[in-house]
């Protein structure tokens, strides 16, 4: 321990910035001064970073500027919601979030709007040019990943829930220019064939290089690259509720609840631990009444989905008409009441891990 004390703090700084996330928060419980060092906002931008929050906002129409709650659901906000930096705009509204990066409509009035890229936590952004779709309210999700290149796409689907022949269309930062794919999910000789989206509340993911997304009739995951080049269909256990699709700990897991046999209801929480075998092991169950406890809950209208951990196995969701933001630790079968988020109907929620770099492709 004289040797660590030794050490200057930009020098632990350096070490301890090679550590996973899971190892760096348990860092935290060494002293009260490496807890101080750690959780000092200028320490934090080097260190790797974990989910810290979830901005949130009604379904139902923009918002002039959606609201963000910490993970702890106390102290002042990590990233201001009010987006003062992007250019100036009537309303926002947030599309989708994707390792530090956020895919925003920006609304200029009741008819036009653009899209923006943008990084909170360093305040960059990009206004994207527009697609064949202008001026259409379409499904578009964002896929990034910083550990395999500065550049990021953006999947525009130009029907709203039913992907039929339309296909896709998809924004690629390194060229700066859309590109149209066929939709290649569904078989083009059935005039009558879509791929139907469940809806945000299910989640979306991007990982090893594609989007994925859960659909309906039958229940699948969904899955495209960015070039359109592949095109996946990946069942899920078939469940009384819709369910959730996250990435924690480097795996795709599906989350929803299970009808027993004898009545009962229970959560279940599945990995796909090998990507090509497309086989669900099954990681986690418990009974719901440890998670909602003596009262009755509607699974489809009390309760909504919100996120699973990125870096440890714990859910969030939100409970009852006032969205009660809760918490679920699988490890520990330990339920946390977080916050109350307000009566909002239908609200949005994106989990948020922020990125402390620049980004040569939010500079164009």
């Not at 100036?88 to 899209?115: A, K, M, P, V």
């Not at 139907?196 to 495209?224: E, R, Y």
């Amino acid at each position: 321990m004289r040797t660590v004390a030794s050490l200057t703090d930009d020098l632990l700084v350096e070490i301890l910035s090679r550590l996973p996330v899971k190892s760096l928060r348990r860092c935290m419980c060494v002293s009260r001064t490496w807890r101080g060092i750690i959780s000092h906002p200028h320490n934090r931008r080097q260190l790797p970073q974990t989910l810290e929050g979830f901005f949130y906002m009604p379904e139902s129409e923009p918002a002039p500027a959606p609201s963000f709650t910490n993970v702890t659901g106390t102290g002042r906000p990590l990233v201001s919601p009010l987006f003062s930096f992007l250019p100036q705009h009537q309303s926002i509204f947030l599309l989708s979030c994707c390792n530090g990066l956020l895919l925003c409509r920006c609304w200029e009035g009741q008819d036009h709007f653009h899209y923006v890229v943008c990084n909170p936590a360093m305040e960059e952004w990009v206004q994207l040019p527009d697609s064949v779709n202008a001026g259409t309210e379409c499904m578009a999700r964002l896929g990034f990943d910083p550990n395999v290149s500065d550049h990021f796409h953006v999947f525009e689907f130009s029907e709203d829930h039913d992907i039929s022949h339309a296909g896709m269309e998809v924004y690629s930062s390194k060229t700066g220019e859309w590109f149209h794919k066929e939709n290649g999910w569904i078989n083009t000789e059935d005039d009558e064939a879509f791929v139907s989206l469940v809806g945000h509340h299910s989640g979306d993911v991007f990982l090893n290089g594609c989007l994925h997304f859960l659909t309906m009739d039958p229940d699948i995951v969904a899955a495209v690259d960015t070039e359109g080049k592949t095109w996946r269909k990946i069942p899920v256990p078939e469940l009384c509720t819709v369910g959730l699709i996250q990435k924690s700990q480097g795996y795709l897991h599906f989350v929803s609840f299970l009808e027993t046999d004898d009545g009962m209801v229970q959560l279940v929480v599945y990995v796909l631990e090998n990507y090509r075998s497309q086989e669900w092991i099954l990681k986690h169950s418990t009974d719901a009444s440890c998670i909602f406890g003596e009262r009755e809950i509607d699974l489809i209208q009390a309760f909504q989905w919100v996120a699973m951990h990125p870096d440890c196995n714990m859910i969030f969701l939100t409970v009852g008409w006032d969205n009660t933001l809760v918490s679920y630790d699988m490890d520990h079968h330990k339920v946390q009441e977080i916050c109350d988020l307000g009566g909002d109907d239908n609200p949005r929620y994106l989990p948020y891990v922020p990125l402390y770099s620049e980004l040569q492709t939010l500079h164009v």
